[in-house]
């Protein structure tokens, strides 16, 4: 298991432990932040949107085009925004902290896949 810490738009903290080995989103759906992952983590929407504090992004590999272009049409983008779905829990990423954006346009997320 890996500690992570959740901060949601509210800036309410939820220091938990994740699955190592499945994706940020997956990870979360016990807990009462998860993240939507309306396409079950295809990259088919951004409703998994994540914003990943520094340095722990840098840590992370390169976000794929397909990922990229999913996220250029997300809602409250930032330049750390990675989908949820494409990021994996490692035991390198203990301590984490993934900031959820204060809200996901699911009409253009899903029109993002289109």
């Known amino acids: ?43 088919g929407c951004a409703t998994c949107h994540v914003i990943i504090d520094e340095p722990w992004f840098s840590r992370l590999p390169p976000a794929s085009e397909k990922e990229e272009a999913v996220l250029d049409v997300a809602f409250n983008i930032t330049p750390t925004s990675r989908l949820g779905c494409q990021v994996t829990v490692t035991a390198e990423l203990e301590g984490m902290v993934v900031n959820l954006p204060e809200a996901v346009d699911f009409a253009t997320a899903i029109i993002a896949a289109s």
């Open 1 to 43: 298991m890996t500690r992570m810490t959740f901060i949601t738009h509210t800036g309410e903290q939820h220091e938990v432990d994740m699955q190592e080995g499945v994706s940020i989103m997956q990870a979360s759906k016990p807990h009462p932040f998860a993240l939507e992952g309306a396409c079950g983590g295809q990259m």
